[in-house]
Each structure stands twice: as structure tokens, then as C-alpha cells.
């Protein structure tokens, strides 16, 4: 080790940024280097992409350059893709260079889990980033013009696969969408069909089952047809199979049904479930104790020895402990095992609506949407305090 | 012929609108029934779609609803599809239904000529409707999205066939969007080629030499590449061949190279030369004294016995003959043979500049710009009075 740790952060996610705006806190001057590596030269809010990924908000409600969430003096940022990871040398190789570390924090982003649907990696789309989310809109926008003028059933059908929390909050904002698109399109809302297809035995599988149902009555009313317990079989260019054959005509399959762990950590020598590094209570990756695993690619289990669900919520925490531990290590103190501590799950329903289970009580209808706003703007503000709140909050509509 | 006689008019374009406007004003009570035959229920201005066809403006500004611009009291207005012309039966087959006519007028629009061009009516698109143009604008777009994830250069390269007027007032609005869209989709405007390919040996031909060369320089400093001389000999579905083999790459590739008559007017035995009737003096079909045939289908010789290039000008003033043609045979007095006369050329060339012949004078610039808008303006006023000029109207940008 030099004499001046090189810590190195992959992805400024939710864990990514959250670690290094704690260790820029709390790190003194010379302490140690910090080097964030990127893709982008922005962070988005992945809670928000269902929005802009229907069309009915901007992306840029839904990114912020990361510039402005961290102190280019104390941490360098580095705008590269990631291409390796090599743990014996301590060093990541990137698209356009290598970059070598004392301690390393893995914030990359999941990957969709398809569980091998045939069809679906190559038909469906995901909402996983901004330039996803973007083709997305474009894609249905496209489709409505095309309908005008092909008169193709398909184009204005459209399927998402998977009820969870991304699937919903998804297929809310396509059903408020729609309308729109209609009256701009000159398309009769009749033709239009939005199918939500899920294999498990429930919508929001694991969700308290009277805001479940909740739920599904208010989007069944915005025009969403549910299929519940119903597996996707294969997905096609114009469509998917679904139960026992039958076909569900849609020029547009969003597939939100799993996320799994990036590739790279795999590669990298590391071993994984669903792509997922089982971590220790450090947060750090079995057998390489300079290794920090965050976010979506690390497994924590709760006491009853479940994982818990990859949510933004978690990785911020996870963010949080890791950059402590860090400092720990580098000030050769002792590290503090990672607790998380739900603050409570709200899902959107699209405009005005949402359910919520926050200490223990329920809220649906506009008391739960004013919480999902609140839940928004709380991140924001602990990102990038009151300026990032006023410029990027949503606090009407 | 029954008592009242039974005028048809097919199609609501310039041709179209005005003869229907033209009858209503003439015509006595219970003088003739007047039907206007449409296949939507909207009037377009087909010389603005080139700016929604880029996405500099919405749609809205280029077309009207028809009950807007004619008296529901006096015409009837039929929506629906022309199918067939049956002349021996004075009948048209409708998409659902028959009318029968005494006097018709053939205001139809006319189809894309490719002049045979392989691949150009598969692949590419053409400025023509409401329709076509939004899917054009979304086409683009999509393809902007698209680049952002898989990458490909001829995502955002794009090809316009043809340096005529439509060609070059659309390539031009293209060119002011892209900076937006490069904006809107983080894409390096440096990567964005634009090529308009012409083959004959000019652009804009007819034209003007000195306003040719002042259009072209304009464009090229919009970013603008042109191919001129150089025909196309093959439109592929990620691009087009050109003179020697050239290969350009454009996912985008739209076709204003030529319009020819509608495929119903051959299909109904008339003598057409590419698609278009040669009328006589009073813009009758030869042998069918009853029938009237204007606009893109009508093809109208000057003195020097070229063919007049169909342009709303011309259809508009053949609107105008036509209804007092007809109204003369009902009536058993003299028609008035057609005379064109040329009130001028504007071709814009995106935001702030234009050029323009008007009296014999040549204008470029703003000035020019600023003759574009009171043709439309101008074109409003007739069509719809004040009101239309001021809910339809671009007066600003």
C-alpha cells in the first residue's frame, strides 16, 4: 500500500454516490485519494425512470450531473466504463485506461434477470437507465405513429412483464399516459390494451394484501388488464406467450420482472448467486477484506435468512456503512457491521394515487402519494441538499 | 340527371377545400347538393408539414377540422376512404358505402413517384399526411434513442431524397432540429450528418441560379451535405446507394423526389401520364364533361408546353374555376377556361431565412422569411377568415 490509500468507487448509483459523498465528509486532507469511475457524467434516480420511461416526465426530473453532488477538489471523477475487474492486481480496467486501488467499492448497476425466457433479452425493453428509459418513450410514441398509418393491432397493445414494485409503479404511468398519446395521435383509447403479466401467485408479491388489491382496482380502472399467476413463456418482436399458449399481441414488451448482479463481479473471480456477492457483515466480498460490494450486487440477509430485495433504500445505507468502514480500515479502527433498518415501502400509481406501508401503517390514495413525494425530496435533499430539491423536486401533479 | 343535381367532391386538400367553399358561395338554395368526401375529418396545409415533419412545430398548425371551413348546412361531408371511381355508373365505392353524382370533382391527393427506384417505396418515408409526418418526426426521434444504446452511426444520419422545394424546406427545418435533439439526447452534434441528394444537376432546378446558390450556402452552414448530380439507385433499410455505388448510411432516409396522380384515377380508365389527367381548357377529364380534375392529379400545360408543377397555387386557382365551372353547366351558361397565374415562389429555409421570386423580384433572408409567412397567412385567410389566421397562425420564430 502507498503511502496515500487510492480508494476507488465503481458507479455512482444510490451506494456509489452515498459513499462518496461520506468519505468525502469524513476523510481529512491527504487521508487518502478518492476516485469515483462512472459511465455517465450524471447520476439518476432509478425511483423516478418509470416516469420519463412512460413519457410523463423528463428525464431530467430524473438525473443530475454529478458535479454537483461531489467535490471534484476532493474526489476525482472519472467518466469510463468499467471492462474489468482484476482482484489479484488491484487494478479495473477501463473502456479508455486502468486504474489501480488500495480499497475498492463495487456500486455498479444489476442487470435484468430474464430467467431465461427465450425471446426476452432480445424483445423486450428495461428501465434501468436514462438512455433506456428514453428509447422506451420514443418506442411507444413510435408505435402510435406507426399505428396511423400500418393500422397494426400491436402497436398500440403493450405488455409488462412482472407485478413487482417496478412493474406497477411502470404500468401506472403508461395507463396515465395513454390519453395523452391518443388525443395527440388521433387514436380511438377503445383499440388500446395494456397488459401486466406475472408469473407469482400475486401483484407486489410479499406487499400487504389489502394495498394490493388496492392497488389493482385503481389501475384496472386506469385500463390495465392484469394477468396474474400467469408465467411469460417466450417473447417475441410482437408480442409474448403466456400460461398455455395464448398470445399477447404488443408492439412493446417492457420487462420488469428481476434484476441480477453485473457480469463483471462473476468474471472478476468473485462467487455469486444471480450475479449477487453474498457479502460479509462488513459489507465486504468473502476472502478480499479491501473489497466493498454494494447495491445491487451484493446479497444481505435478514434474520429469518432471506434476501432482501435490491432497493434504493438499502444501497444508501449500504453506502453509508461502507464509506465508514473504509475510514475505519484506513485509520486501522474497527469496522461496524451493516443493519439495515426499513423506513417503509411506498409504490406511485400513477398521478394522485400510490399505497404505502411506512411504521407499521398503511396509506393509500393521495395521502400515499404525498408520502412517495416525500420519500422523493427526502433524496434529493440528502444528496444534494435544498438547491437539488428546488431544481429537480416534483411538488405538484 | 334528377331534379337537384348531385356534386361530389373527392378529397379536402387545397383543390378540394376551395372548390367546396367556392360552391357554398355560389350556389342558390336547393340549386345542387354538395358533398365533400374525405378521408379524415381534417383539412391539412401541405405546405407546412415540413416543419412537424422535423418537429420544429406541432402538427396543429398544419391542419383545420373541416367543419371549420365549410357551412355543415349546405355541404355534406362524407369521411371516408374512396375505394373506386365507377364513370360508366356516375358512383364511387367508399371504404362503407356508395354515393352517386351528377358532377364530381377529383381533388384526390397524389402517391410518391420513386421513378422505380429499387427499395425507395419500402424503405423509405415520405412527407404527404398528417400521418406520415408524425411518424417521420418519430421515427427521428426513435432513432436519437436508439443511438444512445446500440450505438450505430446511421442512427443519426439521415438522407433526403430530392433538392426540390420540398426537399430543401424540409432538410432545412431538419437541420435547425438537430442541435435540439442533440441537446435532448446527449448526442455530439459533430456526429450528425445530413445529405440531400439530388440527381438532377441542380438543386432546387427551375429556381433562380443566384437564390440556388444563396439556399444551398444557407444549408450548408446548418450542416448540411449535399449530393447534387448524383441520383439514388438503391434505398436499402439502413441507407442509400448513390452514383458509382457510394454507400450513405441513415436510418432515416426520406423521399421528396416526386409526386405522381392517385393510383384511382388510372384504375377508373381514365388516360393518365405518370398518374395525372391531362384536363382540357375547363379543367374537365377529356370524354367526361362531368368530371373535373384538379390538383397533384390534374396535369395543366403552359404556353410553352411544359407541364405546370402541381402546387397548392395551382390547385387552389383550379378550386376557384372549377366551382365556377360547375356552376356555369348547371346553370347552361359558358365555362371559363383555366388560366394559372403565378403569384410568386417562397422557399423556406428554416428559422429566419427564406428566399423568394415574387413580381419578378428575387428576395432572400429575412425579407424572404418574412414573405413565407404571409403566404401561409395569406392562404389562412382565404380558407378560414380572421379566425383561422389567428388560432392557426405562426406570426413569430
Same mark, same amino acid.
Request: with cysteine.
Given at each position: 500500500?502507498?503511502?496515500?490509500?487510492?480508494?476507488?468507487?465503481?458507479?455512482?448509483?444510490?451506494?456509489?454516490?452515498?459513499?462518496?459523498?461520506?468519505?468525502?465528509?469524513?476523510?481529512?486532507?491527504?487521508?487518502?485519494?478518492?476516485?469515483?469511475?462512472?459511465?455517465?457524467?450524471?447520476?439518476?434516480?432509478?425511483?423516478?425512470?418509470?416516469?420519463?420511461?412512460?413519457?410523463?416526465?423528463?428525464?431530467?426530473?430524473?438525473?443530475?450531473? +454529478?458535479?454537483?453532488?461531489? /467535490?471534484?477538489?476532493?474526489?476525482?471523477?472519472?467518466?469510463? *466504463? $468499467?471492462?474489468? %475487474? #482484476?482482484?489479484?492486481?488491484?487494478?479495473?480496467?477501463?473502456?479508455?485506461?486502468?486504474?489501480?486501488?488500495?480499497?475498492?467499492?463495487?456500486?455498479?448497476?444489476?442487470?435484468?434477470?430474464?430467467?431465461? +425466457?427465450?425471446?426476452?433479452? /432480445?424483445?423486450?425493453?428495461?428501465?434501468?437507465?436514462?438512455? *433506456? $428509459?428514453?428509447? %422506451? #418513450?420514443?418506442?411507444?410514441?413510435?408505435?402510435?405513429?406507426?399505428?396511423?398509418?400500418?393500422?397494426?393491432?400491436?402497436?398500440?397493445?403493450?405488455?409488462?412483464?412482472?407485478?413487482?414494485?417496478?412493474?406497477?409503479?411502470?404500468?401506472?404511468?403508461?395507463?396515465?399516459?395513454?390519453?395523452?398519446?391518443?388525443?395527440?395521435?388521433?387514436?380511438?383509447?377503445?383499440?388500446?390494451?395494456?397488459?401486466?403479466?406475472?408469473?407469482?401467485?400475486?401483484?407486489?408479491?410479499?406487499?400487504?394484501?389489502?394495498?394490493?388489491?388496492?392497488?389493482?382496482?385503481?389501475?384496472?380502472?386506469?385500463?390495465?388488464?392484469?394477468?396474474?399467476?400467469?408465467?411469460?413463456?417466450?417473447?417475441?418482436?410482437?408480442?409474448?406467450?403466456?400460461?398455455?399458449?395464448?398470445?399477447?399481441?404488443?408492439?412493446?414488451?417492457?420487462?420488469?420482472?428481476?434484476?441480477?448482479?453485473?457480469?463483471?463481479?462473476?468474471?472478476?473471480?468473485?462467487?455469486?448467486?444471480?450475479?449477487?456477492?453474498?457479502?460479509?457483515?462488513?459489507?465486504?466480498a468473502p476472502g478480499h477484506e479491501h473489497v466493498y460490494v454494494i447495491?445491487?450486487?451484493?446479497?444481505?440477509?435478514?434474520?429469518?435468512?432471506?434476501?432482501?430485495?435490491?432497493?434504493?433504500?438499502?444501497?444508501?445505507?449500504?453506502?453509508?456503512?461502507?464509506?465508514?468502514?473504509?475510514?475505519?480500515?484506513?485509520?486501522?479502527?474497527?469496522?461496524?457491521?451493516?443493519?439495515?433498518?426499513?423506513?417503509?415501502?411506498?409504490?406511485?400509481?400513477?398521478?394522485?394515487?400510490a399505497i404505502a406501508v411506512v411504521g407499521g401503517k398503511k396509506y393509500?390514495?393521495?395521502?400515499?402519494?404525498?408520502?412517495?413525494?416525500?420519500?422523493?425530496?427526502?433524496?434529493?435533499?440528502?444528496?444534494?441538499?435544498?438547491?437539488?430539491?428546488?431544481?429537480?423536486?416534483?411538488?405538484?401533479?
Amino acid at each position: 500500500m502507498s503511502s496515500i490509500p487510492k480508494i476507488v468507487i465503481l458507479g455512482a448509483g444510490y451506494g456509489g454516490i452515498l459513499t462518496a459523498q461520506r468519505l468525502q465528509k469524513e476523510l481529512n486532507y491527504n487521508e487518502a485519494d478518492v476516485t469515483l469511475v462512472n459511465r455517465h457524467d450524471y447520476h439518476y434516480i432509478t425511483t423516478h425512470l418509470h416516469m420519463p420511461a412512460a413519457g410523463t416526465d423528463t428525464v431530467e426530473h430524473a438525473r443530475v450531473p +454529478i458535479s454537483k453532488l461531489i /467535490d471534484e477538489f476532493k474526489i476525482d471523477l472519472v467518466k469510463s *466504463s $468499467v471492462k474489468e %475487474i #482484476r482482484l489479484q492486481d488491484r487494478k479495473i480496467i477501463l473502456e479508455d485506461g486502468t486504474l489501480s486501488y488500495d480499497y475498492l467499492i463495487i456500486g455498479l448497476g444489476g442487470e435484468p434477470e430474464t430467467f431465461g +425466457i427465450p425471446g426476452m433479452l /432480445d424483445h423486450a425493453m428495461t428501465i434501468r437507465s436514462i438512455n *433506456s $428509459v428514453r428509447m %422506451i #418513450r420514443e418506442h411507444i410514441e413510435y408505435q402510435f405513429a406507426m399505428y396511423k398509418n400500418d393500422n397494426k393491432r400491436n402497436r398500440i397493445r403493450f405488455v409488462v412483464g412482472g407485478a413487482g414494485f417496478s412493474g406497477v409503479e411502470f404500468v401506472a404511468e403508461l395507463a396515465d399516459r395513454i390519453p395523452q398519446l391518443c388525443k395527440e395521435f388521433d387514436v380511438n383509447p377503445k383499440n388500446v390494451h395494456i397488459y401486466n403479466v406475472e408469473a407469482a401467485p400475486s401483484a407486489l408479491p410479499g406487499f400487504d394484501p389489502e394495498l394490493v388489491e388496492h392497488a389493482m382496482n385503481v389501475l384496472k380502472k386506469k385500463g390495465v388488464t392484469f394477468k396474474i399467476g400467469v408465467p411469460i413463456k417466450q417473447c417475441l418482436p410482437d408480442g409474448v406467450i403466456v400460461g398455455e399458449g395464448e398470445k399477447l399481441d404488443a408492439a412493446t414488451v417492457v420487462w420488469t420482472g428481476g434484476i441480477r448482479g453485473n457480469a463483471l463481479l462473476e468474471q472478476a473471480g468473485l462467487e455469486v448467486m444471480r450475479g449477487r456477492v453474498k457479502v460479509d457483515e462488513f459489507l465486504r466480498a468473502p476472502g478480499h477484506e479491501h473489497v466493498y460490494v454494494i447495491g445491487d450486487n451484493s446479497l444481505v440477509f435478514n434474520n429469518e435468512g432471506r434476501p432482501y430485495p435490491p432497493t434504493a433504500q438499502i444501497a444508501m445505507q449500504q453506502g453509508v456503512n461502507c464509506a465508514k468502514n473504509v475510514v475505519a480500515a484506513i485509520r486501522k479502527k474497527q469496522p461496524q457491521p451493516f443493519v439495515f433498518t426499513s423506513k417503509g415501502t411506498v409504490a406511485s400509481l400513477g398521478k394522485g394515487e400510490a399505497i404505502a406501508v411506512v411504521g407499521g401503517k398503511k396509506y393509500k390514495g393521495w395521502k400515499a402519494a404525498q408520502l412517495k413525494k416525500l420519500v422523493d425530496l427526502r433524496y434529493l435533499f440528502i444528496i444534494g441538499g435544498i438547491p437539488l430539491v428546488l431544481k429537480k423536486g416534483r411538488f405538484f401533479g
